[in-house]
């Protein structure tokens, strides 16, 4: 394991909750250890909890802007090849959102869908507990409109164990790895 060597990285919930010291966007930056190029959303300012992609420098890639106006979110076109690109995602959505916000996700999923790459990744923490992975099943109204947005572009959800515990409650997975292949 020591030797894997990741292209992407993505991290969401960059910006610690409750802290007086904001970090520098240079505080995130990894040149000195490792060569990846940096793609950041809500880092600098006071919105949002922050989002970062990071990927490998060897690699070209770069930012596209994505039409569904959802809080936070950051899409990356990456050329694996000459023949080939993909389309990585990260999102970060609050568990406190709006309905709104909530089926803007779906749409921001479904315009990835629809942007025609061929290996397509959306990694972050989605905050959407009680999910029956294994049977892809919530009785939220709002869970189940999220697994149908999935299911109805295809799309496989890769995480099968939890993400989060806290104390005496029930472990959760929270963060997604979503994508075109299996």
């Known amino acids: ?16 909750k409750n ?14 250890v490792s060569n990846f190029n940096m793609f950041s959303k809500n880092v600098e ?12 420098a060897e ?4 930012e596209i802007k994505m039409d569904t106006p959802f809080e936070e979110n ?10 080939d690109k993909m389309l990585v995602g990260i999102i970060y959505r609050s568990e406190s959102g709006s309905d ?26 989605f905050n959407y507990p009680n999910i029956e992975w294994d049977t892809w099943f919530s009785k939220s109204e709002v869970k189940y409109n999220f697994i149908s947005t ?3 572009n295809y799309l496989y959800q890769a995480v ?4 989060r515990w806290r104390g005496n409650n029930r472990p959760n997975i929270l963060d997604l790895l979503i994508s075109n292949e299996e």
Do not use: W
């Not at 099968?160 to 993400?163: E, F, G, N, Q, V």
């Open 19 to 32: 802290s007086a010291n904001k970090p520098n966007i240079a505080e995130y930056n990894l040149n000195e």
């Open 1 to 16: 394991m020591r030797d894997f060597r990741p292209d992407t990285l993505g991290i969401a919930e960059v910006k610690p």
């Open 150 to 152: 999935l299911q109805d």
């Open 59 to 62: 690699l070209e890639a770069n």
């Open 100 to 125: 709104e916000n909530n089926s803007l996700l779906n749409d921001l999923i479904t315009e990835a869908c629809e942007k025609g790459y061929r290996k397509l990744l959306i990694m972050g923490d």
């Open 74 to 83: 950051l899409f990356v076109n990456i050329n694996i090849n000459i023949h």
């Open 45 to 56: 300012n006071d919105t949002g909890r922050g989002i970062l992609l990071y990927v490998n």
């Open 160 to 163: 099968h164990k939890p993400t």
